[in-house]
């Protein structure tokens, strides 16, 4: 009987889709395989085998499939359920759970390629960027349009392509390609003939006149222990010829004589880490009562919080926890909020686990996260994975635990593109699927897990003693606005900030300085008429950046150079408003030129390594003042950090969202637990124009408690998580009065079946990003109702939009649980 196969391709579409498989190797083809599939006219993409069975289709002609790629499946069947509740919850297909799943690596790539046309001859002169493009097809005559683009240095390359294909020069092709290759190295062994030991005594009397070769020779058996009896070991290439201090045309002498061969032999590039290991440091009185008090939890309930001051040694408990996960035959997922922290706490386990632990995350090139992924699905995958949010699709044979830390981060929530998910949400829901137990680590809960902890649904543990007795930050606020009206400013910087800043610097010590802001300015405007440069393709105006002198789109990438004069009136008054953190250390090294200064935001973090530099340098006390956004936020550890100041508290708490207070005391909070962390008291200043404000005394007396039970109250009045569940319908569309009609439309058929829940449309803060004008419907939810009924009666109201000959231009998506 004819075989077919249900396949996931990586698509937003809602449905799966049935190939046949050929007779021949159709045995082979399992669930959870990847297979290269046609679909459309001319595409093709590699899927994932979600079902094997033999109904044929009658709605459609079948394709048959292509290629199979794997004899063994590379997704388990807790994986499928897993993408399978993440697009029913976040409203969102399984498509779009796939693209974000796998590492690009593991997808084979649809490539254009462009071949040189040897007939062409032209009717016309060729323009400079047309010859540029042929006299690189004249030396390879069939290339990519990646590599073309790259060589030629030629920005849109596809309209010069266009030109030429129309000119009959090139033919177009697209074909697949593997963005992994396995890392490989040459390694040298002995011929047969040569294998010998006779015939080697003889190579030795005939290389008697090349002395070089039998040098060369006598290190190759010296490493290889070929004589000794045994089976000889693999000698690499290089590795021998470092050894032999020999060069390349040595040993090319000795392969045209017939006495090496070469082979090339695969690699890992996963380090290889040996295991000398320390042993764990023991608990502390109350790391060892919060210990066992999780350990109790986790009998009757699967997650729990563990609610931990600043400083009080949460890690510390975590290893421990992983130890007896360990010990008990079970795998860890280990999950931070930001890239960053990964390279202090790495260093961290390493010291305990060894080699037992394996890194995730974007920064790490696409091949290695390819053999993370493929060692998991081993039988000797990593016990430990210590990862950012997309470590939970890896594959697990035996998860035991899941510790979420610093569980409050809103960079757990992935924005664009779908799957919306939420990594602490979708890691308990996982954990459940293995049976396993997840602990939420914090000193500053979201509120719906305080809520969750407090009312009995999670675990509740706390330890409210920092770590050796530490005392809390002294924390000062300075109202800046009175400061700003007497002209005592210095810049973004109060007098008493400066004061103390000095004063960490002549003892030795280090600043952060914190500012939720990157870039120079956020704002450029004309002192003469008011204007100010907005971005063409988004309603923001554009963020000038002083080190490469452009003014940039923080939404869609675009910039543009900064004018000499303003384009409206021509005045050449243009002022700077604001400050992001490269005005700060501009200013920062005037003030301070003695200083060392480095700079922690997306811009100075871009690759693996400017991370790990940044924090390394400060670590060992080569940096004296770090200035960075949030990520210096996040849990870092520094000994000597004495004085931390907050620039500008007011642009947190003033955020138009429900959150903004919620987030503004985490953020205070945790940027002020890292001063004074071994052997003093630090020092945080916070600046800001609204002293008066409820949450200054609620940062500074530390009280976490009196501002979530403001909050929560608020919530419950005004129908706000926890006690309601949000759910975000935007819908995006090029032409604006169109959209509006859209909008409207959308909002009262969602009336009519949700009532009072339904809010809006309205206007986002940003009402147009990359050429699409935006608008929002707000849904709340009680939590107690099905969301499946919900799901049903969203994506009904959407496909009824569209079948609308009006709307089949409209773009609907959602953002389940928004951050």
Known sequence: MKKYVDVILPLPLPKSFTYSLPDEGAEEVQIGCRVVVPFGRKKFYTAIVRNVHYCAPTAYEVKEISTVLDTSPILLPIQFRFWEWLANYYLCTQGDVYKAALPSGLKLESETMVEYNPDFEADAPLTDREQQILDLLAQEPEQCVTKLEKESGIKNILNVIKSLLDKGAIFVKEELRRTYKPKTEIRVRLTPSAANERRMRMLFDELGRAPKQLALLMKYVELSGVLGGDTPKEVSKKELLLRADASPSIFNGLVDKKVFEVYHHEIGRLMTQTNDVMSLHPLNEHQQQAYEEITESFRHKNVCLLHGVTSSGKTEVYIHLIEEMLRQGKQVLYLLPEIALTTQITERLKRVFGSRLGIYHSKFPDAERVEI????????????ILGVRSSIFLPFRNLGLVIVDEEHENTYKQQDPAPRYHARNAATVLASMYGAKTLLGTATPSVETWHNATTGKYGFVQLKERYKEIQMPEIIPVDIKELHRKKRMVGPFSPLLMQYIREALDQKEQVILFQNRRGFAPMVECRTCGWVPKCKNCDVSLTYHKGINQLTCHYCGYTYQLPRSCPACEGVELVNRGFGTEKIEDDIKVLFPEASVARMDLDTTRTRSAYEKII?????????????????????????????????????????????????FQLMAQVSGRAGRKNKQGRVVLQTKSIDHEIIPQVINNNYEQMVNGQLAERQMFHYPPYYRLVYVYLKNRNETLLDTMAEAMAEKLRALFGNRVLGPDKPPVARVQTLFIKKIVLKIEYNAPMSRARELLLRVQREMIEDERFKSLIVYYDVDPM
């Open 616 to 664: 390394a340098d400060f670590e060992q006390g080569k940096t004296n003042i770090l200035i960075g956004t949030q990520m210096v936020s996040k849990g870092l550890d520094f000994d000597h950090v004495s004085v931390v100041g907050i620039l500008n508290a007011d642009t947190m708490m003033n955020y138009p969202d429900f959150r903004a207070y919620e987030r503004a």
């Open 373 to 384: 992924w493929q060692k998991q699905l081993s039988e000797t995958g990593y016990d430990i």
